[in-house]
């Protein structure tokens, strides 16, 4: 196993677009297992590079005993549909903040060998593909609340233990409703 500390809340690498991979290589091979094994010890449904400080364009997931990872992701929404539900981070231990996502999407990317991939998500799986492609354009998902939600979920970001106050809560400013998808 291969667990590696997960960046939290205010790291800068979480603000920071990821670079797109363009080796496919025993290196990233070595970062697929990495965030696979991560992912798996936290329990969490998805884990992008950037949480573990590597500003590359892949993450892993488990959603419903789907288990895999995707290499620079674009996402396409075949619908409108959207759904609205708790959603957490393990770059934000303990917190859940109910987010709009779209309900279905397409992710098209590469495996860790440079194959070509594709993952139809509905639900979960398309909340989880949306959260680890955010994390990759350097929106964390507080970023697609709405005001009100946004505010409550700041002052409860600011009221944990893991929350280091020399660090300035900024929210991004690029409009994350959608500028970074094809829709």
């Given at each position: 196993m291969s667990i590696?500390?997960?960046?939290?809340?205010?790291?800068?690498?979480?603000?920071?677009?990821?670079?797109?991979?363009?080796?496919?290589?025993k290196e990233l091979r070595g970062l697929v297992k990495d965030l696979l094994d991560t992912m798996r010890d936290e329990g969490g449904a998805g884990l992008a590079a950037p949480q573990l400080g590597v500003s590359k364009r892949v993450f892993s997931f488990d959603v419903?005993?789907?288990?895999?990872?995707?290499?620079?992701?674009?996402?396409e929404f075949p619908d409108e549909e959207e759904q609205d539900?708790?959603?957490?981070?393990?770059?934000?231990?303990?917190?859940?903040?109910?987010?709009?996502?779209?309900q279905n999407v397409v992710a098209k990317g590469f495996n860790e060998y440079g194959d070509p991939?594709?993952?139809?998500?509905?639900?979960?799986?398309?909340?989880?593909?949306?959260?680890e492609t955010d994390h990759l354009d350097g929106i964390i998902f507080i970023d697609r609340l709405d005001a009100d939600r946004r505010k409550a979920a700041l002052t409860?970001?600011?009221?944990?233990?893991?929350?280091?106050e020399d660090v300035k809560v900024k929210v991004t400013?690029?409009?994350?409703?959608g500028v970074?998808?094809?829709?």
């Open positions: 590696q500390p997960i960046r939290i809340f205010g790291d800068p690498v979480l603000r920071t677009a990821a670079e797109d991979v363009d080796t496919f290589d419903d005993d789907v288990v895999g990872h995707i290499v620079n992701p674009v996402l539900g708790p959603e957490g981070c393990l770059s934000l231990p303990g917190l859940y903040f109910d987010t709009v996502r779209r991939l594709q993952i139809v998500g509905t639900g979960l799986m398309a909340r989880c593909l949306q959260h409860e970001i600011q009221a944990q233990d893991w929350y280091n400013p690029h409009d994350a409703k970074f998808f094809k829709s």
